[in-house]
């Protein structure tokens, strides 16, 4: 792509804004926006496709504003990208209005052959959300999958910061300019993003960051992904819109179920009622991908499970029988079972050392799946329970 080219479409977002869905209206008329551009004021309205207001802005904004608007980015070290460029994700343009022009401060990834998940969910996360978000992060980009979010407060930034503590590859999609000081307090966070990966945005590089423009933002965040992740949200949050805005593109939605009792629970239960994936553990989400990527799964370790191999060794060392400790594990469960929710204490009273399929933990508690998966995240949350393959559990005095 010449810049001469860029200059075209940078005239066409400063004139149709952000989120457009015309841009691609525009191709199914002309071969490309320089024929757009050279058909002039007349044939624009005679398409019957533009408000008063748009044909305003078309007229009046020149291709030397768009030139001055590529110039003064790039001067700063930040690369314009748009769809006829080489390095525009073809993923993202498949959406419905993809972004006229991507500002990118480090190196975007190759989309098209490496996998991305985006991850969201609610600013006000609680910790275990916060951790969970984490190490499933973690987890993922070990498995060779970019990370993308938001890079707000709360999920977002453990999304990327777990991300990053394995030197994966990150990219934070903003909701304005990329000079803009918008979270300051993340601005550490965004330079490392950018050495492992990149910043985004489809507004100009100080443009502020007003409320309209995240939903806006939104569907690049989860046009970049081959699915969404949602990590505590409420009932009418941006996580949602997002969510939502998966699957209208298309996109796999996997959700991590929430205790009832959480203030941020109601959201990502309704996606799991709704058909979103239950997520409890990575592979949920990496064996929807295995056979179309090369992920390596035997990367997948965290400090959590280097932590618990090395308890595991320890305690057999110490029980050269291996005979499980009943009446230790029971004390145990007695107290915990203090502080776990009521499906979550029932859960627990059901499970032996011997895997049980969820279908059979069903008809021995009388709950749903969802309120058992659920439970299971409360219980692995407190390292009482072990996840084996096929949706089995059990005590973790079995491996």
């Not at 990966?197 to 933002?217: D, L, Y």
């Not at 308890?311 to 145990?332: N, W």
Request: charged share 20%.
């Amino acid at each position: 792509m010449t810049e001469d080219g860029k200059i075209y479409w940078a005239w066409l977002q400063l004139s149709l804004g952000a989120g457009s869905f015309k841009p691609k209206r525009i191709l199914s008329y002309f071969p490309d926006i320089p024929s757009f551009y050279d058909a002039g004021p007349t044939q624009w309205r005679s398409m019957g496709l533009f408000t008063p207001k748009e044909l305003k802005q078309l007229s009046q904004n020149t291709l030397e504003d768009g030139k001055i608007l590529i110039d003064s980015s790039e001067e700063k070290g930040i690369q314009t990208i748009t769809p006829d460029c080489k390095a525009y994700p073809k993923r993202l343009y498949q959406i419905d209005n993809p972004p006229c022009m991507l500002y990118v401060k480090g190196t975007l990834p190759n989309l098209d052959e490496q996998p991305a998940l985006a991850v969201v969910g609610t600013r006000n996360a609680t910790t275990s959300g916060k951790q969970i978000t984490y190490d499933l992060s973690m987890q993922l980009a070990q498995a060779g999958m970019v990370i993308v979010s938001g890079g707000a407060k709360g999920i977002d930034t453990a999304a990327h910061q777990g991300a990053l503590q394995v030197n994966g590859t990150s990219v934070c999609v903003l909701g304005c300019g990329i000079h803009y000081p918008y979270l300051m307090e993340n601005e550490s966070m965004r330079r490392s993003i950018a050495e492992h990966g990149a910043i985004i945005s489809e507004f100009p590089i100080t443009k502020p960051a007003f409320k309209h423009h995240f939903p806006i933002r939104n569907r690049i965040i989860s046009g970049l992904s081959v699915g969404v992740l949602v990590v505590e949200a409420a009932e009418r949050s941006g996580s949602l819109i997002t969510a939502r805005t998966a699957l209208e593109q298309n996109r796999d939605v996997f959700a991590v179920p929430c205790g009832i009792y959480n203030p941020v629970s109601e959201g990502v239960n309704n996606l799991i009622k709704a058909g979103a994936k239950p997520v409890t553990k990575v592979q949920d989400i990496l064996e929807e991908y295995t056979s179309t990527y090369l992920l390596q799964l035997e990367q997948l370790k965290t400090e959590s499970q280097f932590k618990k191999k090395e308890e595991q060794i320890l305690y057999q060392k110490s029980r050269p029988d291996k005979v499980f400790d009943e009446k230790a594990t029971t004390e145990k469960h007695r107290e915990l079972k203090e502080q776990l929710s009521q499906d979550g204490a029932l859960l627990l009273s059901k499970l032996s050392t011997e895997p049980v399929h969820i279908e059979q933990l069903e008809e021995l508690t009388g709950l749903s799946a969802q309120r058992i998966l659920i439970a299971v995240t409360e219980l692995e949350l407190c390292d009482a329970i072990f996840s084996h393959s096929g949706r089995r559990y059990s005590l973790p005095g079995q491996v």
